[in-house]
């Protein structure tokens, strides 16, 4: 019997919450979306959304070569994603912190990255088995091992975040005075991708290599519309992601259509709400 969505929310939760894949989905769902959407903030703020792309681009293929090296997809992605940061560090440029400035040079790697990607599927035998799942996510496949997994991961990434927080945003807002003030940008920068690199990873196993964005980037962008404040916009942003990821899966759990298409829809429909409202202030303001 398929499930029903009703008027009596107590009801519905608990229908949701009957099978531990539900359960564990759910946790998962929590545990990146609250890692994504912090770092997520500070890498809409440095300007770094191509590097992040490229970053999430770059686990396909890393995934693709574990499957077909018969070892554990999330060595692929955290392996590709470690070494795609630090070639992204070396193409990066000086200002911002780091911020990457040859965009040719990481168009061209994102491409290799790509069609590496389709070489491994092809040499697995033209039929690699999820590769659905890489490119676009099994939020409903999540084991508990792979919590626990995610879990760790979002608690060394966010910890290093409230280390490195103050002058990370000192760097991303204004590189020049913080690099005269002795604040070593160059080193911030590497971290900073590194960082951003575990959390593409982890977040991959979950929407797949091309559906980061709807919990890595979207939600960061709608608070930083909404609101300028650091301290503000990064709960928002966090706050944010975390409910797209839970309605995501609420609905998705009483409707026929994919746990991806509702996620991504619905950071979409947030942004659109926030840039229409922020656009109609602003042509308020002016008129006024």
């Known amino acids: 019997m398929s499930p029903r969505l009703s008027w009596d929310l107590v ?19 929590a545990i990146v979306a609250v890692m994504a959407g912090a770092i997520g903030w500070f890498m809409v703020l440095r300007r770094q959304t191509f590097a992040g792309h490229t970053l999430a681009v770059i686990s396909f293929p ?5 499957t077909l090296a018969a070892i554990p997809v999330a060595f692929g ?13 070396a193409f990066g440029g000086e200002e ?4 990457s400035g040859e965009s040719a040079a990481i168009g061209t790697l994102q491409a290799f990255a790509l069609g590496l990607g389709f070489l491994f ?33 979002a608690v060394a990434v966010l910890t290093a975040l409230a280390v490195l927080g103050r002058p990370l945003l000192f760097a991303s807002i204004d590189g020049s005075v913080a690099r005269a003030g002795g604040v070593p940008i160059r080193l911030l920068g590497v971290v900073f991708l590194l960082l951003l690199g575990l959390a593409v990873a ?42 797209v990821s839970w309605l995501g899966l609420g609905i998705a759990y009483f409707s026929p259509y994919p746990v991806g298409f509702w996620v991504t829809s619905l950071s979409f ?8 409202a922020t656009s109609g202030a602003g042509w308020g303001a002016r008129t006024a």
């Open 11 to 29: 009801a519905d939760w608990e229908q949701l919450t009957t099978y531990p894949f539900m359960v564990q989905a759910l946790e998962a769902g």
């Open 62 to 66: 890393g995934a693709a070569a574990a």
């Open 77 to 89: 992605y955290f392996g590709a994603c470690g070494l795609g940061a630090l070639a992204l560090a």
């Open 96 to 99: 911002r912190g780091g911020r």
């Open 121 to 153: 599927v092809g040499l697995y035998g033209g039929q690699l088995a999820g590769l659905e799942a890489l490119l676009f996510g099994t939020f409903l496949g999540i084991t508990e091992s792979q919590v626990v997994t995610l879990l760790c991961i």
């Open 202 to 243: 982890a977040t991959a196993q979950i929407t797949g290599a091309l559906l980061v964005f709807a919990l890595l980037v979207t939600p960061a962008a709608t608070a930083q519309l909404i609101t300028a404040r650091p301290g503000r916009g990064l709960v928002l942003s966090v706050a944010l992601a975390f409910a």
């Open 269 to 276: 429909g947030l942004y659109v709400l926030a840039r229409l």
